[in-house]
C-alpha cells in the first residue's frame, strides 16, 4: 500500500514495475491514469478551452484521506498491491495528473477497486482544481456524476 | 486556534490562514462559521448561509455540529474536485 502527493510528474512504467516486481501472487494489474484535458465540457454541452490547470490541495489532510481511501479498498477486495500518486500545482493538457494501479490475484476485484479508488478520491480527497481559460481563471465546480458515481460505494 | 482558508473561499476571505480566539459559547464547527462571518465582508460572503462548503477540524472531515473542544486547526473549503 503507498500513497504519494507531488509536485512532479511519475514514470508509469517505473511505478508499476516497482509496485509489481517480487509479488508472484498478482495475477491483474488495473491502472487508471487522469489527464489534463484541453476543454471543460460545462452543463453537457457548452465547451471552454484550459490552457492549464492549477491542483491546490490541504498538505496533511490530503494524505490522510487518500490512505484512508486506500485502507477502505483494501478491506472490501483481495488485493495484493495498491498505488495512488496524485499530482498538485500547474499542469498543461496533455500533462498525467494522477495513477491508481491495483494488483490481485484476480482480474476483477483490480477493476473493480481501481473503479473505488478513483470515485471516492475524486469526492473524498481535499483537491482543488483551478482552470485556466481564455476567460480568465475559473474554479471547477464539484460534478453531481461524480457524486452519484462515488455513492455507488456506499455501504447499504 | 488557526482557521484555514481553501481554493476560491482563500481569496474571499482575503487571506490563507488566520489565528483566532473565539469567545465563550462557540463550541461547535456551525457557532465558528457564524462568529467568524462578522470578522470582514470577506468572511461573510465566504462562509455565507447557502454558499457550498465544507470544514475539516484537525485535518478530518467535519459536519456542522462537530464540537470545537481542544481543535488546533479549523479548515473550510468548497467540494472536492481532484482526480
Known sequence: ?156 | MKIRYFAWMKRTVGVPEEEVTPPAGIDTVGDLVVWLRSRSSGHAEALAEGAAFGAAVDQRTATFDVKLAGAREVAFFPPFTGG
Not at chain 1, 509496485?19 to 508472484?24: A, E, I, K, P, Y
Not at chain 1, 491542483?55 to 477486495?77: D, F, K, S, V
Not at chain 1, 484476480?106 to 476567460?135: G, I, M, N, S, Y
Open chain 1, 1 to 156: 500500500m503507498s500513497v504519494r502527493v507531488q509536485e512532479a510528474d511519475f514514470d508509469i512504467g517505473a511505478e508499476l514495475s516497482r509496485l509489481t516486481d517480487g509479488n508472484r501472487r498478482i495475477g491483474g494489474l488495473a491502472v487508471f491514469v487522469g489527464l489534463v484535458r484541453e476543454m471543460h465540457v460545462r452543463e453537457g454541452y457548452h465547451r471552454d478551452r484550459v490552457d492549464a490547470l492549477t491542483l491546490e490541495h490541504y498538505p496533511g489532510m490530503t494524505e490522510t484521506a487518500l490512505q484512508e481511501i486506500e485502507a477502505e479498498a483494501n478491506r472490501r477486495w483481495p488485493l495484493e498491491a495498491t498505488l495512488i500518486v496524485h499530482r498538485y500545482g500547474r499542469m498543461e493538457p496533455g500533462e498525467r495528473i494522477v495513477l491508481v494501479a491495483v494488483g490481485s490475484p484476480h482480474r476483477e476485484a483490480a477493476f473493480e477497486a481501481c473503479e473505488f479508488l478513483v470515485d471516492w478520491l475524486k469526492t473524498k480527497a481535499p483537491f482543488w482544481k483551478l482552470e485556466d481559460t481564455p476567460k480568465g481563471e475559473q474554479w471547477v465546480g464539484a460534478h453531481q456524476e461524480d457524486d452519484a458515481a462515488a455513492a455507488r460505494w456506499e455501504k447499504k
